[in-house]
């Protein structure tokens, strides 16, 4: 199944300190808040992991969701902190920048030129210019237990096509001129613990139907079955939530509405502010 029309999107992490990390994207790495929003209740489509309490969540990269690859940050009142396993690997990044603003604020610099975000996310930065013709992300790195099965999963399944592969790694994604998702065989068992993420992907409405399909039919795991998910003022989309052989959480959004949920507000970044200042959990 070939989904030329797919595009990656974000990536999902969980946080406990929501100050120290809206300081380390935005003052470290050199990010920008795109929209910020907040929920009353748990997500539907566990957006926010297995939790029904009140969270927000805030899209944050280096430039519109409709050609960047960003990040999504979502904060679950009053949780603190997540127990990390080995599923998540890292991003990278390109932004000699980055390093330089670390360096400044006296942000640790691990080995290899590794920042580490607040609950132990890892973005690994390539020392060159961040890029001004095209997105500084290059990839999201995932643990795989067994990488022909992931193969066979990405590739032969859901259609991402493989632009890079070796014996303990392949990088995959839908285009060329965007964020690649690399996956890397590990020899110990995939320990996705607390503060698991999810990676995303639009898709057209038409295509989340033959997704649907082709999951079905290969018996593969449906976390969330398709359901439309409503933002508090903004655009509905309909989202369906899969799941890898590994347990890796799979979005996949229709294009056409998340364009317009994902357009960038101007007042994102008071939100996040106004939000962390008052918050009391």
Known sequence: MALLNGRALHYVFKIGDRKLTAQ???????????????????????CNGPYANRWSKTMIGYGPEDNHFVVELTYNYPIKSYETG?????????????????????????PGNVLEAPGGYKFFIIDELQPTDKDPVEKVILASSNLQRSLDYWNNLLGLKVFEQSERSAVLGFKEAEAKLE??????????????GRIAFSVPLEEQDVIDA???????????????????????????????????????????????????DEDGDKLLNRYINKDQS
């Open 24 to 46: 380390f994207y935005r003052e470290v790495l050199g990010m920008k808040v795109l929209r910020h929003e907040e929920f009353a209740d748990g997500c539907e489509a566990a």
């Open 86 to 110: 080995n599923d998540f690997i890292g991003i990278a990044v390109r932004s000699r920048e980055a390093l330089v603003r670390a360096k400044q604020l006296n942000w640790p610099i691990l």
């Open 183 to 196: 996956l890397q065989e590990i020899s110990d068992p995939i320990n996705r613990a607390k503060a698991y």
């Open 214 to 264: 082709k999951v079905k039919e290969a018996n593969a795991t449906i976390l969330t079955p398709l359901i439309s998910l409503d933002t508090p003022g903004k655009a509905t989309v309909r989202v369906i939530i899969l799941a890898d052989p590994d347990g890796h959480e799979i979005c996949f959004v229709d294009d056409e509405n998340f364009r317009k949920l994902s357009a960038f």
